[in-house]
């Protein structure tokens, strides 16, 4: 019995020998047949050229990648769309100490390019208040004629009935993001929150 079993392993074993010396072989002629086709030096790498991949400089993908960079806020200030802002509700300043206190930080008053996505996050981190923020914008120049510290005009924005300069003394603008539209006079004396704009 243990003669028989000796046998058959062996006989198994050289069928499995047999079969991978038969596919091998097989393998061998097709390789040989096959590049027989293709003489080795019918064909140079100079036969084909080179591909090279370069960049359209005036793709609309790159463009728009380029007008879209996001600028870098330094600490504490923090994006809203394409600008950097911080909202200061510690300490209530007056219109022009709290325009000292953002010119220490690297910025100034803010003048918001998107007042409205300033105002939803204003209302998103401080919608049970304070209720009134400086900007930087006033009519100290020119009465009646409000332009931001930039020099532009403030020609959209104001509340109904707004400016007023109720009392003769209201000559700086607040924000009050609580209503729609938001810019307000005020008087530049009275204590108010107030947003920074950090300015590159």
């Known amino acids: 019995m243990l003669a028989r079993q000796l046998w058959l392993n062996i006989g198994f074993t050289l069928l499995i020998v047999q079969v991978v010396y038969n596919t091998r072989a097989s393998a061998n002629i097709f390789r040989e047949t096959f590049f027989e086709s293709f003489p080795e030096d019918d064909y140079e790498r100079s036969d084909f050229p080179e591909v090279k ?10 463009n728009l990648r380029t007008s879209n960079e ?4 330094p600490p504490p200030f923090f994006q809203v769309m394409f600008e950097c802002f911080y909202i200061h509700v510690h300490h209530h300043l007056t219109w022009w100490q709290a325009r000292d206190f953002c010119r220490d930080m690297g ?28 900007l930087g914008a006033s009519d100290l120049k020119q009465q009646g004629n409000f332009t931001w510290l930039s020099g532009n005009p403030v020609d959209s924005g104001w509340r109904p ?25 005020k008087n530049c004396y009275s204590p108010c929150a107030f947003i920074c704009q950090y300015l590159e």
């Open 161 to 185: 009935g707004q400016p007023d300069n109720e009392g003769g003394v209201e000559d700086c603008l607040e924000l009050w993001p609580s209503k729609y539209p938001s810019y307000c006079d």
């Open 70 to 73: 996001e600028p870098t806020c």
């Open 53 to 62: 991949v370069q960049e359209d400089q005036n793709s609309p993908e790159r």
């Open 107 to 134: 910025g100034d008053l803010a003048e918001p390019s998107h007042p409205s996505a300033l105002i939803a996050v204003v209302m998103q981190k401080h919608g049970t208040g304070p209720y009134h923020f400086w």
